[in-house]
């Protein structure tokens, strides 16, 4: 490792920069990157490329160009024995194209001389074209002059008939749009009614009635048994016996009534419905034989 070599890569190390956070910053590929540091600059493409990278690598260390090739002036190559091919290439080059001028010059006379033949015949052409081509619609339209009325009458037709096509069309878009319009409207569905346990204890148990429109209770008899059903001010709605043999069912009203309390005496034997919806025992019946049920209802416009 060189001198120089060895005090960029310090400097890098110390700035806490890896070799691939250079090549980022200066774009130079990380192998020339190493090569600097390493001081072999076989791999680089020329003395040129030396000095350049040398450059940036130091620019990007924020050191000075300026002082690090003259301190390190007998490490870096110089570039000066490379400006004389680039000389010699020009020189070349020169000559080359004073050679090829020459010949361009000897070929431009000819070229002239074969655009103006071209030029000359597509005049001819053209007059030709014109003169005649004129001469020629002349008599056609003379021959076909009656013709013109019929054309004419037909295109009128047909910008009629495209009219009432695009008139019909039009309608018919209408018509799709007011159907359109009528299928896209948004059809409100009912909200469905909810009969839901909020509470139960011992024999007790609650339910809320919601997005009901009437307030109607069917109590069913599957057995033998004994109901009562009062409204929220405790005033009963019914009292009685269901059973097989005689009352099987009764239905209650409990139409602006906001609460219902019923008292089963065989739940086992009897089926509850509310406005045709079964409840559904919060409490076995097997485990509770006697029940007290209260059915809160909410109205809609609640």
Request: aromatic share 8%.
């Amino acid at each position: 490792m060189t001198e120089l070599g060895n005090r960029l890569k310090e400097e890098r190390l110390a700035k806490g920069l890896s070799l691939e956070d250079l090549q980022s910053i200066t774009k130079i590929q990380k192998r020339y990157l190493i090569g600097i540091e390493e001081g072999n600059y076989s791999s680089m493409p020329g003395n040129f490329y030396v000095r350049a990278f040398v450059k940036q690598y130091a620019e990007a260390l924020q050191l000075n160009p300026e002082e690090i090739f003259e301190t390190y002036k007998n490490e870096i190559p110089a570039t000066h024995n490379e400006d004389l091919p680039e000389k010699l290439s020009r020189v070349k080059t020169r000559k080359t194209v004073t050679e090829g001028s020459s010949k361009i010059f000897d070929i431009i006379p000819k070229v002239l001389i074969g655009v103006f033949i071209i030029g000359a015949a597509g005049l001819l052409y053209f007059f030709f074209v014109n003169n005649v081509g004129d001469k020629a619609n002349d008599q056609v339209n003379e021959e076909n002059e009656p013709v013109k009325f019929v054309r004419s009458e037909n295109l009128d037709k047909a910008d009629e008939t495209e009219k009432e096509n695009t008139k019909e069309n039009e309608e018919e878009e209408e018509e799709n749009d007011e159907q359109k319009a009528v299928e896209e409207k948004p059809v409100v569905e009912t909200p469905k009614q909810e009969l839901i346990a909020v509470q139960n204890s011992g024999k007790n148990s609650t339910y809320d009635l919601k997005n009901a429109d009437k307030f109607v209770v069917k109590l069913v008899s599957t057995g033998n048994t004994w109901v009562s059903v009062k409204n929220g001010s405790g005033i009963s709605k019914f009292n009685g016996m269901l059973s097989n043999t005689g009352t099987q069912s009764t239905e209650v009203d409990l139409a602006g009534e906001s609460k219902a309390v019923i008292v089963v005496g065989n739940a086992v034997g009897t089926e509850i419905y509310v406005n045709d919806q079964k409840l559904e025992y919060a409490i076995a019946p097997a485990d509770q034989v006697v029940q007290n049920i209260t059915i809160q209802y909410v109205p809609k416009n609640e």
